[in-house]
């Protein structure tokens, strides 16, 4: 997440994690009862989805958990990200790895990822093997065996991967510090994957603690995507999730939120093992569960517009007509539970200077505040969301994400149906009109990644 989830995926714009059903019907020479998404409850407080996609028989199955590194106690960074690697051991019924050895004998695949709001466990397989995976899924749910001899080494296990990820990467480090520039209280300004001091002293009463407030059946969620009924998936269902107790009630996902904004903040690393100089500057904003009506729609146009692809202003102007920049972009991270993120950014070709990189890019967010956007350009980033909307029904997984993330941060199976209507509906005014509102140049966090031989920008 870190981008949005379907665009750190590289598949679509964030906000098209609400949208595809609309897309769906034209997409291919079946009926369209074929696309048709079902979701119910089981007695547990389970929500199930079923997407059906009878192309081909292999079945995509995610259990998805509304917990991420968001909702960590104070002190206790990465134990989200920590208790996912936990759910790949052993429990009281199967030992450590059959699972994984049960997916592999057929020829499926499986992963899982921790997000600053959700955390998600999904396998690839045949149709027939669907009811396995509810099995094992189920069994982890509320049956790990959590001993120090689990825990201390996988511990140090998430502690390397911080080391190879983020501490060898100059542009993760920037990046960590960026976000905790930028979010002065929301609990996003700390990394998914914690703070290094504060994974070290995670422990198997911290493990324990987390597993049984958060993984239970009335917090999760089940998407099955792929060669499926929904009768079937639902007996399924009944027949092993439902079998899990009930856990704790969970009160609301009600986080510290952000003060008003009043500084332009800068935040520069300059390390040798940096060979092109890059900025990024960026914004708190309104995601789809938190601003108003229309404005997190308009956001998402307008990130396209303005740096979505290669048809977008910044990438025309400046890679393309100037020469001056390798890349630039924007991108508006909506599917969240609070306020989210804007950014753009960019990095500079050839003899031209970040300096003169990030002067363009301000111009080009200062023209569309003084002018707007107009009616072509618009119109023409919807005709792109559509278009990705269609590619994206081709892939089953993507599906599943889509309907699994918009769930996971407090969004509707409603919500999804409805979103192409909300998005047609955004204008040119709305599009200045909150360009104006969020990207104030005087209350944003510009990041600069520098070579060691210069302090230029």
Request: aromatic share 8%.
């Amino acid at each position: 997440m870190i981008l949005g989830f379907l665009r750190a995926k590289g598949s679509l714009p964030a906000a098209l994690a609400l949208g595809l059903a609309w897309a769906a019907p034209a997409l291919a020479e079946v009926p369209p009862s074929d696309w048709t998404v079902t979701s119910f409850t089981l007695d547990n407080g389970m929500q199930v989805v079923v997407i059906p996609d009878h192309r081909a028989p292999i079945v995509t199955h995610m259990v998805w958990y509304k917990v991420g590194s968001a909702d960590e106690m104070p002190g206790k960074s990465g134990i989200a990200h920590f208790f996912e690697h936990l759910m790949f051991k052993g429990t009281a019924n199967h030992k450590a790895g059959e699972f994984g050895q049960k997916v592999a004998e057929i020829g499926g695949s499986e992963n899982a990822f921790t997000t600053y709001d959700y955390t998600a466990y999904h396998q690839t397989v045949t149709p027939a093997a669907l009811e396995t995976m509810m099995s094992f899924e189920a069994d982890r749910m509320r049956n790990l065996v959590l001993t120090d001899a689990v825990i201390g080494p996988e511990r140090d296990v998430i502690l390397e991967e911080r080391r190879a990820r983020v501490e060898t990467n100059p542009g993760a480090l920037l990046n960590e510090e960026v976000d905790a520039t930028l979010f002065q209280n929301e609990p996003y300004r700390i990394p998914v994957i914690g703070w290094m001091h504060e994974i070290e002293k995670l422990n198997r009463v911290d493990a324990t603690a987390f597993y049984n407030q958060y993984y239970a059946p009335n917090n999760a969620i089940l998407i099955v995507a792929g060669d499926v009924e929904p009768d079937t998936v639902k007996a399924l269902a009944e027949k092993t999730y439902g079998k899990v107790a009930r856990g704790p009630d969970l009160p609301p996902r009600i986080r510290p939120k952000e003060p008003e904004h009043n500084t332009k903040r800068t935040v520069e690393l300059t390390d040798e093992r940096v060979s092109i100089p890059s900025f990024s500057k960026a914004w708190v904003v309104p995601s789809y569960q938190t601003a108003k009506a229309g404005e997190a729609e308009a956001l998402d146009l307008l990130s396209e517009i303005l740096g979505g692809g290669n048809r977008s202003r910044l990438y025309q102007g400046l890679v393309v007509k100037d020469g001056i920049a390798s890349s630039a972009g924007a991108m508006f991270e909506g599917t969240m539970v609070d306020d989210t993120s804007f950014t753009v950014y960019g990095a500079p070709r050839g003899e031209a200077g970040l300096e003169q990189v990030e002067a363009a890019v301000d111009v080009e967010i200062r023209r569309i505040i003084n002018d707007g956007v107009t009616a072509d350009e618009l119109d023409k980033a919807k005709d792109r969301f559509v278009r990705a909307m269609i590619f994206a029904r081709d892939n089953q997984s993507s599906m599943a994400n889509i309907y699994g993330s918009t769930l996971a941060t407090g969004g509707t199976v409603e919500d999804i149906e409805k979103w192409p209507e909300r998005v047609q509906a955004v204008t040119v005014d709305q599009i200045k009109a909150v360009a104006a509102k969020y990207l104030n140049p005087d209350h944003s966090v510009a990041g600069y990644l520098l070579p060691s031989k210069t302090v230029e920008k």
